[in-house]
T-cell receptor, first 112, second 113 residues
Framework: GENVEQHPSTLSVQEGDSAVIKCTYSDSASNYFPWYKQELGKRPQLIIDIRSNVGEKKDQRIAVTLNKTAKHFSLHITETQPEDSAVYFCAASKGGSYIPTFGRGTSLVVHP | SAVISQKPSRDICQRGTSLTIQCQVDSQVTMMFWYRQQPGQSLTLIATANQGSEATYESGFVIDKFPISRPNLTFSTLTVSNLSPEDSSIYLC??????????FGPGTRLLVL
């Protein structure tokens, strides 16, 4: 089955800096890569996703890049703010009826 | 998006008892999922619940311990049976929308004493 590795497990940045979280996947048939943000005590929520037919997608301060050849994808957060502090999960899926496989999560702390 | 509610939001239970968690979705969905999230850990899929068929359990999870019901397309229950302290965790239900987008319920925090 699919295996998703996520790094780093913890990330500490100063407000205004950029943060990058990286994930690798093992199944070359995976074609859908969502990212979830989970604030303390709350449910995971989808913040951005990318499909295998594009290499990059942006939404304001958040961007995701995908390298299909290397089988890795990354989440980029620019101009970080304290409210970006949360646990971020990546996932990979083959779409259709295939259930996404989640990474282990990255705890991001943005210091004011 | 999807509006998902869970009951109870939290509970404290004695070992050996059982807890049933309810999940309600605002519209019909084919597949519902149950996840466990232990403190500081990732999301571990327990089982997939399809209406009208037996739930499909992931490796390490069995029906006797985690019986699931799916009586209709908007509702499911997960029971955690014969509770032990190791079952203390957050249990989340989830549904699929828009082909693959996954939405999560608010979770049920279980503490077993």
């Amino acid at each position: 089955g699919e295996n998703v590795e996520q790094h780093p497990s913890t990330l500490s940045v100063q407000e205004g800096d950029s943060a990058v979280i990286k994930c690798t996947y093992s199944d070359s048939a995976s074609n859908y890569f969502p990212w979830y943000k989970q604030e303390l005590g709350k449910r995971p929520q989808l913040i951005i996703d990318i499909r295998s037919n594009v290499g990059e997608k942006k939404d304001q301060r958040i961007a995701v890049t995908l390298n299909k050849t290397a089988k890795h994808f990354s989440l980029h957060i620019t101009e970080t703010q304290p409210e970006d502090s949360a646990v971020y999960f990546c996932a990979a899926s083959k779409g259709g009826s295939y259930i996404p496989t989640f990474g282990r999560g990255t705890s991001l702390v943005v210091h004011p | 998006s999807a509006v998902i509610s869970q009951k109870p939001s939290r509970d404290i239970c004695q070992r050996g008892t059982s807890l049933t968690i309810q999940c309600q979705v605002d519209s019909q969905v084919t597949m519902m999922f149950w996840y466990r999230q232990q403190p500081g850990q990732s999301l571990t899929l327990i089982a997939t619940a399809n209406q009208g068929s037996e739930a499909t359990y992931e490796s390490g999870f069995v029906i006797d311990k985690f019986p699931i019901s799916r009586p209709n397309l908007t509702f499911s229950t997960l029971t955690v049976s014969n509770l032990s302290p190791e079952d203390s965790s957050i249990y989340l239900c989830s549904v699929w929308r828009d082909q693959e987008t996954q939405y999560f319920g608010p979770g049920t925090r279980l503490l077993v004493l």
